[in-house]
């Protein structure tokens, strides 16, 4: 290997890319000189650092019993253990340096004490009479080895929060509506409901309405809000008017819809007189949610004054940094309104927790099941205050594969690892963290993230790309912290092509799989028997982004590609004989199995732990939630469920007969 060459490797693996990958279909491929450069020119320079005695952030395991300590081997003297636990307390630890055991050249084994769970801080003394000198310092996070168990079979329903409908809903969905829907699901046996992101989102159409690309990946959507229990509220004959125009819409009109709640919670916000609930929840969001409120109020106020402009990276160069004199500026002179914001997201924190707890209480095991996205927007709040953990001159896709022959650029930037490290993992906690508050589970989407990220160079195809590792220890530690700390079970997102090496982590991390009816098959292409599939699972009918039970029988997704433009008379063709040929596979493994006709009862019957059944299914509905490849084509996030929820009774029935049935309990 020429010196170039070797010096590019030796880069590439300090920085976890990967030189090579295997595609679906088994073949390897290089990755490029010129795709490597790009990446490792947006990433860091090539130079390679001196080796710290510790890392900056150092993640364990409970029962973990030394660290790996970089010094000289000939070195004498002695050196101070210094931890001050999370809760403040200190404890110290003295060694003699040549007693200590060498593991290899420059580095020798430091033994570590009992440990606690949680965030503590580390230091290294080397003893220098009569000062101490620091040697090393660490954030020390110690993790317990598994995240929160669930030990029972149950089952739940997916409900996409936007769709619910009722006699009093504003247009969309709302926590009230939440509570109705909990009620009838709990009657009928369900152990939860998982919803959809509620990730803050511009609330665009058609563009910005997906809950998958969320503005703000900390923060919750507003539109979510019942506004009638904020506060003293008198609504306009006009208002009265449009809320019922927004209840008979066919869709959901996010754009409308917010803008009405955005005006009656303003006015609910002006005659609130403060409370220490308020105050405290402030305190604890801390800067996060400053930050967040700060580039709302930016975002609205630059919109105002140009009504073209709509994203920040259109503002003002001065108020690109959030730290910026000009932005403290404006914070300060708009300070009522970024106190607004914040008090959105406290009106949203009490609905949910009051949404969770109706839950427990009516006998859900596991009550709310929240859903994190991959993606956060390019143009969107996380970007803005926190560029530094994202990476700039790239983006995150997928390599070709049979469902996208030219591989997938999903558009949004990959994280920078070493910033989220640098940092402690706490922007990385605190989304784990606010994203499960008020719930039983947590569902990663695209766990495999932790693992490794498919990146594409700015000005590449989808096609010449790269994986690029993550610190996956570290990360499925800070998970299994948060989990048992939140009392929430996590699942795994792990649709694709999975490494047995990922999945194996993932168990013993105590993650739940997540496995779907369509994809379930043999190497025949046969849908799997119930008996096959794992135990430490989640199952479910279909998703989103895929034909509900209905709509795959009667083939509704394929003419809504059509439709849409997104494949030409060969390709429908071609799609409805194969679909053809799947509903002959899934209905000879349905009757050989006892379940003719009955897919529910089916999955039902898996061993899988948990069961997630989707409000379409139980409906007979036709249409998916959104259609993968369209905007403005497909009605995408925007569809009402035909049943009301004040008519839950019908369905009700066939629910918790399907769950007693399946014993489930």
């Given at each position: 290997?020429?010196?170039a060459?070797?010096?590019?490797?030796?880069?590439?693996?300090?920085?976890?890319?990967?030189?090579?990958?295997?595609?679906?279909?088994?073949?390897?491929?290089?990755?490029?000189d010129?795709?490597?450069?790009?990446?490792?020119?947006?990433?860091?320079?090539?130079?390679?650092?001196p080796?710290?005695?510790?890392?900056?952030?150092?993640?364990?395991?409970?029962?973990?019993?030394?660290?790996?300590?970089?010094?000289p081997?000939?070195?004498?003297?002695?050196?101070?253990?210094?931890?001050?636990?999370?809760?403040?307390?200190?404890?110290?630890?003295?060694?003699?340096?040549?007693?200590?055991?060498?593991?290899?050249?420059?580095?020798k084994?430091?033994?570590?004490?009992a440990?606690?769970?949680?965030?503590?801080?580390?230091?290294?003394?080397?003893?220098?009479?009569?000062?101490?000198?620091?040697?090393?310092?660490?954030?020390?996070?110690?993790?317990?080895?598994?995240?929160?168990?669930?030990?029972?079979?149950?089952?739940?329903?997916a409900?996409?929060?936007?769709?619910?409908?009722?006699?009093?809903?504003?247009?969309?969905?709302?926590?009230?509506?939440?509570?109705?829907?909990?009620?009838?699901?709990?009657?009928?046996?369900a152990a939860?409901?998982?919803?959809?992101?509620?990730?803050?989102?511009?609330?665009?159409?058609?563009?910005?309405?997906?809950?998958?690309?969320?503005q703000?990946?900390?923060?919750?959507?507003?539109?979510?809000?019942?506004?009638?229990?904020?506060?003293?509220l008198?609504?306009?004959?006009?208002?009265?008017?449009e809320?019922?125009?927004?209840?008979?819409?066919?869709?959901?009109?996010?754009?409308?819809?917010?803008?009405?709640?955005?005006?009656?919670?303003?006015?609910?916000?002006?005659?609130?007189?403060?409370?220490?609930?308020?105050?405290?929840?402030?305190?604890?969001?801390?800067?996060?949610?400053?930050?967040?409120?700060?580039?709302?109020s930016?975002?609205?106020?630059?919109?105002?004054?140009?009504?073209?402009?709509?994203?920040?990276?259109?503002?003002?160069?001065?108020?690109?940094?959030?730290?910026?004199?000009?932005?403290?500026?404006?914070?300060?002179?708009?300070?009522?309104?970024?106190?607004?914001?914040?008090?959105?997201?406290?009106?949203?924190?009490?609905?949910?927790?009051?949404?969770?707890?109706h839950?427990?209480?009516?006998?859900?095991?596991?009550?709310?099941?929240?859903?994190?996205?991959?993606a956060t927007?390019?143009?969107?709040?996380?970007?803005?205050?926190?560029?530094?953990?994202?990476?700039?001159?790239?983006?995150?896709?997928?390599?070709?594969?049979?469902?996208?022959?030219?591989?997938?650029?999903?558009?949004?930037?990959?994280?920078?690892?070493?910033?989220?490290?640098?940092?402690?993992?706490?922007?990385?906690?605190?989304?784990?963290?606010?994203?499960?508050?008020?719930?039983?589970?947590?569902?990663?989407?695209?766990?495999?993230?932790?693992?490794?990220?498919?990146?594409?160079?700015?000005?590449?195809?989808?096609?010449?790309?790269?994986?690029v590792?993550?610190?996956?220890?570290?990360?499925?530690?800070?998970?299994?912290?948060?989990?048992v700390?939140?009392?929430?079970?996590?699942?795994?997102?792990d649709?694709?092509?999975?490494?047995?090496?990922?999945?194996?982590?993932?168990?013993?991390?105590?993650?739940?799989?997540?496995?779907?009816?369509w994809?379930?098959?043999d190497?025949?292409?046969?849908?799997?028997?119930?008996?096959?599939?794992?135990?430490?699972?989640?199952?479910?009918?279909?998703?989103?982004?895929?034909?509900?039970?209905?709509?795959?029988?009667?083939?509704?997704?394929?003419?809504?590609?059509?439709?849409?433009?997104?494949?030409?008379?060969?390709?429908?063709?071609?799609?409805?004989?194969?679909?053809?040929?799947?509903?002959?596979?899934?209905n000879?493994?349905?009757?050989?199995?006892?379940?003719?006709?009955?897919?529910?009862?089916f999955?039902?019957?898996?061993?899988?732990?948990?069961?997630?059944?989707?409000?379409?299914?139980?409906?007979?509905?036709?249409?998916?939630?959104?259609?993968?490849?369209?905007?403005?084509?497909?009605?995408?996030?925007?569809?009402?469920?035909?049943?009301?929820v004040?008519?839950?009774?019908?369905?009700?029935?066939?629910?918790?007969?399907?769950?007693?049935?399946?014993?489930?309990k």
């Amino acid at each position: 290997m020429d010196p170039a060459t070797e010096l590019r490797a030796r880069a590439a693996a300090a920085h976890g890319i990967e030189l090579e990958y295997i595609d679906i279909w088994g073949h390897t491929h290089q990755t490029p000189d010129d795709v490597l450069d790009a990446i490792l020119n947006s990433v860091a320079d090539r130079t390679e650092a001196p080796p710290r005695p510790l890392p900056s952030t150092i993640v364990v395991r409970e029962h973990a019993d030394s660290l790996v300590l970089r010094v000289p081997v000939s070195d004498s003297g002695s050196i101070k253990l210094e931890i001050q636990w999370e809760g403040g307390d200190l404890e110290h630890h003295w060694f003699w340096l040549p007693e200590l055991s060498t593991i290899e050249d420059n580095a020798k084994r430091l033994p570590l004490p009992a440990l606690r769970l949680g965030y503590h801080n580390l230091r290294v003394y080397r003893v220098r009479e009569p000062q101490l000198e620091v040697l090393a310092e660490s954030r020390f996070i110690v993790c317990p080895a598994r995240a929160l168990s669930f030990n029972s079979r149950a089952a739940g329903v997916a409900v996409s929060l936007y769709s619910l409908r009722s006699a009093r809903d504003w247009g969309c969905g709302d926590f009230t509506d939440l509570l109705a829907a909990i009620d009838s699901f709990a009657r009928a046996g369900a152990a939860f409901v998982a919803l959809n992101p509620l990730h803050a989102i511009a609330n665009r159409q058609p563009y910005n309405t997906s809950p998958y690309l969320p503005q703000c990946s900390l923060y919750r959507n507003f539109l979510y809000l019942d506004v009638e229990r904020t506060g003293e509220l008198t609504l306009t004959a006009a208002e009265f008017l449009e809320i019922e125009s927004l209840r008979a819409s066919e869709f959901v009109e996010y754009e409308r819809v917010a803008a009405l709640k955005l005006a009656t919670l303003r006015r609910v916000f002006t005659v609130f007189a403060g409370s220490p609930d308020f105050d405290n929840y402030v305190s604890e969001q801390g800067a996060h949610l400053h930050d967040f409120a700060v580039c709302c109020s930016l975002d609205a106020e630059m919109h105002r004054r140009n009504p073209d402009v709509w994203l920040w990276t259109a503002w003002p160069q001065e108020v690109h940094d959030p730290r910026s004199p000009s932005v403290q500026e404006f914070a300060q002179e708009h300070r009522e309104d970024v106190l607004f914001y914040k008090f959105l997201q406290w009106h949203i924190d009490r609905q949910l927790a009051e949404a969770h707890a109706h839950a427990l209480a009516s006998g859900m095991k596991i009550g709310i099941y929240h859903d994190l996205a991959l993606a956060t927007d390019r143009f969107g709040a996380d970007l803005w205050a926190n560029g530094a953990f994202y990476v700039k001159g790239a983006r995150v896709g997928s390599p070709p594969d049979n469902f996208s022959p030219n591989g997938q650029d999903w558009a949004f930037p990959p994280p920078n690892r070493d910033a989220h490290r640098n940092n402690g993992y706490e922007l990385f906690a605190q989304s784990i963290r606010n994203n499960a508050r008020h719930g039983g589970a947590l569902r990663i989407d695209h766990v495999m993230r932790f693992f490794r990220l498919y990146w594409i160079p700015d000005g590449m195809p989808a096609t010449r790309g790269a994986y690029v590792r993550d610190y996956s220890s570290d990360l499925l530690g800070i998970l299994a912290l948060e989990s048992v700390r939140g009392n929430f079970i996590v699942i795994g997102e792990d649709l694709g092509t999975v490494t047995e090496e990922v999945r194996h982590s993932l168990a013993e991390s105590g993650i739940l799989s997540y496995r779907l009816l369509w994809f379930e098959r043999d190497g025949a292409g046969n849908f799997r028997r119930p008996e096959e599939y794992p135990a430490h699972a989640v199952v479910s009918t279909t998703t989103h982004d895929l034909p509900t039970l209905t709509g795959f029988f009667t083939g509704r997704d394929i003419e809504a590609r059509r439709a849409a433009g997104l494949i030409d008379e060969d390709g429908y063709r071609f799609q409805h004989a194969a679909r053809e040929d799947e509903k002959a596979r899934l209905n000879a493994t349905l009757l050989a199995t006892g379940f003719t006709n009955d897919a529910l009862g089916f999955l039902l019957s898996t061993p899988c732990a948990l069961a997630v059944i989707n409000q379409e299914d139980l409906t007979g509905e036709t249409d998916q939630q959104n259609l993968p490849g369209s905007t403005w084509q497909y009605p995408n996030w925007r569809r009402k469920m035909k049943i009301p929820v004040e008519e839950f009774a019908s369905i009700e029935s066939r629910l918790a007969e399907a769950i007693t049935r399946s014993g489930r309990k």
